[in-house]
Nanobody, 128 residues
C-alpha cells in the first residue's frame, strides 16, 4: 500500500503563490500516477490536477486552474508537487493528494472514485 503525506499549505494573499508537496512511501512501484483534489468550504470535492509518469506520461488540469497551477514529480524522491500561482480566494480549500491502487493506462481520470489512496489533506486559504 502507498502512503501519501501532503505539506505546504497555508495562508496567502490573492495573487500569491504556494507549492504543495506530496511525499509517497510504501509500495510506490504499484502506481504510476498521482493527483490533487480539493474540497472548498461547504462544497464537494473537485479535481485539480493529475500526473502520470513512465512510457505514457501525461498531465491534466481542471479548467479553473489551467495556466496557474503546475503539477510535477521528483522521481528520485517519490514526491509530487503542485505549484500554485496567481491564487484566488476561490482556491481556498483543503487539498488532498491522491493515487490509484494500480497503474493507469487510459486518459487520467478526473473523478474521485478512480483514486483509492488519499492523504490527510492540507489547508490552503487565500485572502482577498
Amino acid at each position: 500500500q502507498v502512503q501519501l503525506v501532503e505539506s505546504g499549505g497555508g495562508l496567502v494573499q490573492a495573487g500569491g503563490s504556494l507549492r504543495l508537496s506530496c511525499a509517497a512511501s510504501g509500495r510506490t512501484f504499484s502506481s504510476n500516477a498521482t493527483g490533487w483534489f480539493r474540497q472548498p468550504p461547504r462544497k464537494e470535492r473537485e479535481f485539480v490536477a493529475a500526473i502520470r509518469w513512465g512510457l505514457s506520461s501525461s498531465t491534466d488540469y481542471a479548467d479553473s486552474v489551467k495556466g496557474r497551477f503546475t503539477i510535477s514529480r521528483d522521481n528520485a524522491n517519490n514526491t509530487v508537487y503542485l505549484q500554485m500561482n496567481s491564487l484566488k480566494p476561490e482556491d481556498t480549500a483543503v487539498y488532498y493528494c491522491v493515487a490509484p491502487s494500480a497503474p493507469l493506462f487510459r486518459p487520467l481520470p478526473t473523478y474521485a472514485a478512480a483514486y483509492s489512496i488519499w492523504g490527510q489533506g492540507t489547508q490552503v486559504t487565500v485572502s482577498s
